[in-house]
């Protein structure tokens, strides 16, 4: 259910009370021309329908996704197949490959801070996965920020048509807000207090969590929001540092074989090492932001993640696990590996198996084919892939080597809705959306065993559907929350 | 005790962490030109030193203030001492005057949100009034934010000037936080209840504050705190309205002969009317703005402030209350007294009463005083004093009749400091400054009885000691926090 505001009240009413609570309470995006002004973030003015059952088996599934994907990080096998990727993709895979192949650090532990995410199939009304992802999840802070400002705005009956300030909705229950910012951060601290706990002369305050991120962050508030709980809930503290900046400013112990990590301007070690870059070829502009990506994998700091814990996020992987022989490797529980495979829709890899022979002669076919595709090479962060009828076109100007290195994925078939209104830059747009829904996850665990595991808070993302790309920060999407029904 | 840390450690390490803190947690102001950007609020990089002991007095002062004002605005002494100032200022003090004379509301409960602010005297480091503020007050919300943002960079370890990320304050009671936010909160909230339990019928979802502002204002957000509170801790809702929408939107009961006010558009009554305009010519830029401060005046809400609240908050009153037989009136108790007088300076009237003969002697003498002064008008908000050397020069430019709407106020004795810096628009600047302690109280009263009167929290604001007005948002002052010693 949408609130049934006319276009004129959502404008004058309640953008200007959406925009000052967003203002005031951080729910914002860095400017990027002053450190001292912000803007509002992209959301939504509603919160949009997710049906109860949904969201509950989304969140259900996410412990056994974690672990799952800890294992296939702890595997021969990923190394394997990661192996095959190298030679259609050696300047990103390839590199992370033979870094996490020679990789040697005395850390056995490593973190995942996951998000699995999903759109609703508009038929069955079941959740189909789109891609797993293991590395600089964003959004977790902006997220529960959202749902507070949803829950804000029909509180003071900013959601009422009649103009007379009911609350729209009526339960809380209907409006939850996302527990993202302090489940992430709880995440982050079982990693720092383990990380203090097997090195015992680490004392709190002697150590810290290393952000590492982008020089120019956008989306900076999200990211702070984690360092505030972290600091406010923990007492533990945080640095930010580029790549560049930890290939300089951090150095081994020297007292030690393990490679502890020191700050040396502030002398803290660190604990934890959180990525937020480092996952497309972009975030790594120099030649030392590689060298950092290296220096920090070996150092005795947790790593959430380790290359790894990366590399199992592949798009490829991802296929691999949709074959039965593939995913029983990892999962014995029948049920559980059914519940799993009910998210999965049908993912063809293109090489000369006879799977990938299937796959190719669909991905030729373009709009021809019964079923809608999308092609997607082995990169994070939007903007790479491939859809319909432009599928046949792009692999033909590729080498038809290279072609394995891409999956070809069933396109969910997903409802536009047009009763939201997406706000971004300060304007309004009213237009066909579709909403994805992500579900947070920590785990900590190392070869023998997992010493956490937790479903960490939900996002729902909504973007236009002429666009094929979800991305928030790129601008094509906003940050929306639940409305259970 | 200051941090020592260079300008270089000021600017590139603890200013990005003080403008994000503050952007994301919304010490913030607006942006004139955009609903959808904000900007940090002018502040310190520094809490400022505060002698415990001259914090908890003017603390333990606040509610005797709060009772002598709330006197004074009951009495007939007040009217007509206020009528004397009628002639020299018919436009603002005679419009106000004329109102509340014949106000004839059937409301007998009064609120009064006060500040009282105070220099420290250099020499006998003791608190001296500069003024009363009985209307419109400010920065309670933000005071509590730069507060909590002071004391977030001293437990990241961002004032340590080594580097080391060391707490530089030691024990969190050296770093208060003003509880200015939640207690001004509680103040207006209390007021909307006993509104509440005298008219049975009201239900809580019926009601609401209404939040009488200018049309565009620049501390938004400092109100808007206060709004989110309210919200937040007592589930009660807020409307913004300027005088014109008050008078356009708002009309008395039709039911009865007590004139509630409902607000049309939204159905709901105003419980408590609150003032966060109207103190100054200004702010009554038509017609209707006077019609509808008298509009409201005469309605049944409880008003934070009345007319005569208002009124006593005049420099006139405040240089009469100076007098021992005058302060006599409204308190009994000879230590109350002497605890008020003893935060006194010398405050001359200037007119031709004896006291007033002396006056005008020694503001002609300018320079060559012993004693330096200040003039004062009965305005407020601000860029109406005229300082030492001056004042000779602006009396003789006035018709001599008018000087006794003026009061000449010793100069209180303040010791300048270069050891902070002020931030305002994301720019450094170090100067010598002084700060300025103002206490917020909240007081409900009715002819016969007060039913509440309670200390509310502190603000410290701090500005170049070479501007003679401290307005923050004018753009001369920064808000700032206490570290008690
Ligand atoms: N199978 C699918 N069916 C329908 N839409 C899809 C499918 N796969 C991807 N999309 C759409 O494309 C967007 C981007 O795809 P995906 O998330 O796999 O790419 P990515 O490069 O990993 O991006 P990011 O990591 O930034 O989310 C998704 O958010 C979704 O909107
Ligand atoms: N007696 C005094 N000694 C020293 N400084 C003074 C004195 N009186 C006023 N000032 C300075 O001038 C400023 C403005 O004075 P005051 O607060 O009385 O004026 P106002 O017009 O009521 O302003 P506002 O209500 O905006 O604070 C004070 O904040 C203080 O810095
Ligand atoms: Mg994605
Ligand atoms: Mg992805
Ligand atoms: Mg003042
Ligand atoms: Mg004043």
Known sequence: PFPKLSSTQVEKTLLPQLNQWALSNGLIMADKTSGSTAKVAPT????????????????????????????????????????????????????????????????TLKMGLFRSDYLIDQHSEEIKQ?????????????????GEMHSFLNSLGAYDASGEMKMFYEGMGELPVSESSVFMTRGLARGFTMYQSVNSETKKE?????????????????????EFNLLRLYGIRSIRLTFEEALQDVEYSSFDDNKRMFH????????????????????????????????????????????????AGAKKVQQLLTQDDVLSKFVDDEEAKQKLTKTFVKIYPLDDSPLGQEGKKLAL????????????????????????????????????????SYILMELIDVKPSTENYLVRDGKLSREPVVSELGIYGTILFDAESIRSNEYAGSLL?????????????????????????
Chains 1, 2 share one sequence.
């Open 44 to 107: 939504t003015v509603f919160p949009t329908p997710v049906p109860a059952k949904v969201f509950e088996q989304a969140k259900n599934l996410q412990k056994t996704f974690n672990q799952l994907y800890a294992q296939v990080s702890n595997s021969e096998w990923l190394m394997e197949e990661t192996e095959k990727l190298v030679h259609s993709d050696p300047d990103f895979t390839g590199k992370l490959y033979a870094m996490a192949k020679k990789s040697a650090s005395k850390q």
């Open 130 to 146: 789109v891609e797993f992802n293991t590395v600089s999840v964003s959004f977790a802070g902006l997220s529960s920020k959202v």
């Open 206 to 226: 002697k150590a810290v969590v290393a952000f590492i991120v982008e020089p120019n962050e956008t989306n900076l508030y999200d990211q702070k929001a984690i």
């Open 264 to 311: 040396k301007k502030t002398g803290k070690e660190l604990a934890v090492v959180y990525y937020r870059t480092g996952y497309t070829t972009g975030d790594y502009y120099s030649d030392d932001c590689w060298k950092a990506r290296e220096f920090l994998e070996n150092g005795y700091a947790i790593k959430a993640p380790t290359l790894d814990v990366q590399l």
């Open 365 to 404: 076919q373009g709009e021809a084919s019964k079923k809608q595709y999308v092609l997607k090479p082995q990169r994070e962060g939007g903007g790479n892939n491939v859809y319909k009828s432009d599928i046949p076109k792009f692999l033909k100007s590729l080498d038809e080597k290279d072609w394995d």
């Open 461 to 485: 993302r909504t973007k236009p559907s002429s666009s094929n790309e979800g991305g928030v920060v790129a601008g094509f999407g906003t940050v929306d929350s639940m409305c259970l029904v």
